[in-house]
């Protein structure tokens, strides 16, 4: 900066000096401001802004010393050096002068090269200060706007990627992030019949960069879900997407489940998550774990990618345990990880599980003491509650929020081959298409349920021919779900028609639902148990039917059945 751009402030009492500094200075190209006394010097500051001070100790109505105290509060974060101009050069003296405030001090008479010296040496230490100030100021700038960008991309974030009912009384969960995004999501929702799907993926790598990918996948498990998709279409569709959307160091380990009350089953499809823990209510134990069968999500699609799903039988009183790796690689003070048998030490020596959720949460953070997370943290706890999880309904889509309009006439046909069958789940399309011709105002979980009663009976009876009676053994059950994956991989052959016809009623609509597959058939008429006494896995499809329609009508063999449902 030129010196005929500074502005000096000289404070002396003595005329003579302030003649003398000011001849000096402005040969040096200062420009040069005059005060008598500390009054006048602290007014002059304040409303020229100096760029330094030539200070003398002693004057009168307020020294030095005092002027300088206060013009270095009212600088506020402005840099102004003041150089004492002093007659003494005792210790105490150039104490107190540092003391008050002081830069730099200078003795009388003064030497006309140090006194240059001294003032473009603390001028230079001021152009530093500024410097450093706006620089600071600019970073603290940008970090409030960044603070604020990253506040809005997580509320945003936080509602694009909702929990879905992870508050239900039947479910503990853990979403910890080690920064501001989790890499971890965990999602729930309600499925259409009742019942509830579950997710919980871990990203590759922390942060917003991992917690990106979380955006497509909730949207795609919470639409899917709503519209009664099963777990491995879900799963299938995701894969998908992130295979189109992720770059190829990327990918989801994810571990989905479904909790069905009117099989009374969990279906599990694992890639790349810890095993599963279940707890027994009736064992009391730990005694089975589900492992991983499958790559993560995001890294082989098409053929190569596999839907085969694991179908556990459940009882009342049953809880899940499904966490990320996050838990097991938490580490201590000491770099120690927490690792899988410390956790395993926790389910087998569990004598509440009650408790057991809260415990592990308690045993972590004394683990990690204190110490650095390292990695996102999810895990949850489900317990298996029949009447709840029959109670969970949740219409988002149009099957609930489709306004109503005038029962009208219509009728709507299918046929679907052995090719759609295998696979693909038509049973979402065909209520869909159902709930959008007419708008059923508050009948979506009692239409789900007749749609997939049917579908089911036609499908896994009447086209596969699976015998329920396998259910009634927990390795027969197991043995029961096998045979239909794998029969329903190899099906050639078979059929089933669909015919649907509505009516206007006085007070609503009747469906006339009719489903015609191309199986064997079934002994219809043997005498079944009421529905409010049958607790067990078989036997309760024709039960729900009869409950919620006004008439069932079996024919031919069984592989004709027609239901009349009315609606309000």
Known sequence: MNSTDLTILVADDDLPNRFVLQTILNKQGFRVLEADDGLQAVEIFENEKPDLILMDIKMPNMDGYDATRIIKERSDEIFVPVIFLTATSDNEGLAKCVESGGDDFLTKPYNHVLLKARIDALLRI????????????????????????RELASKLFNNIVETGSLDLPNINSLLSPMSLFSGDILLAAPKPSGGLHVLLGDFTGHGLAAATGALPVSSVFYGMTAKGFSVAEIIAEINEKLIAILPSDMFLAACMIEMNPNSHTLSIWNGGI???????????????????????????????????????????????????????????????????????KMFENNINPENLFEEIVNNLKDFQAGGEQQDDVAMIE?????????????????????????????????????????????????????????????QGQKLYTVFSE??????????????????????????????????????????IKIDIKHSPTRKGGELIIRFQDSGEGFDYRVARTALEDNISHSGRGIQLLESLCEKVKYSEKGNIVEATYRWR
């Not at 500024?130 to 603070?147: G, I, Y």
């Not at 081959?417 to 708008?439: M, T, Y």
């Open 454 to 495: 049917l579908f089911s009976n036609a499908l896994e009876h009447g086209i596969l021919e699976l015998n329920s009676d396998l259910k009634k053994t927990a390795d027969g059950f197991a043995r029961y779900y096998t045979e239909r994956q794998s029969k329903l991989g190899e099906l050639s052959t078979g059929n």
């Open 382 to 442: 489900l317990q298996y509650q029949q009447e709840l999880l029959e109670s969970m309904v949740d219409f988002k889509t149009s099957l609930s929020s489709t306004v109503g309009h005038p029962p009208s006439s219509w009728s709507l046909s299918m046929e679907l081959g052995a090719d759609i069958i295998r696979h693909f789940d038509p049973l979402p399309l065909l209520i869909q298409s159902v709930s959008d011709l007419q708008g059923y105002r508050g």
């Open 274 to 344: 810890p095993p599963l823990h279940i707890y027994s209510a009736h064992k009391q134990d730990f005694s089975k774990e589900i492992k991983p069968r499958h790559l993560p999500l995001g890294i082989v699609g098409g053929k190569k990618f596999s839907r085969r799903i694991d179908v556990v039988e459940m009882h009342e009183g049953d809880r899940v345990f499904i966490h990320s790796d996050g838990v097991t690689e938490t580490i201590d003070p000491g770099g120690s990880m927490y690792g899988r048998e410390r956790l395993s």
């Open 126 to 149: 001021r152009d530093l200060y500024t410097t450093v100030q706006r620089q600071r100021n600019e970073l603290a700038s940008h970090q409030k706007r960044l603070d604020r960008e």
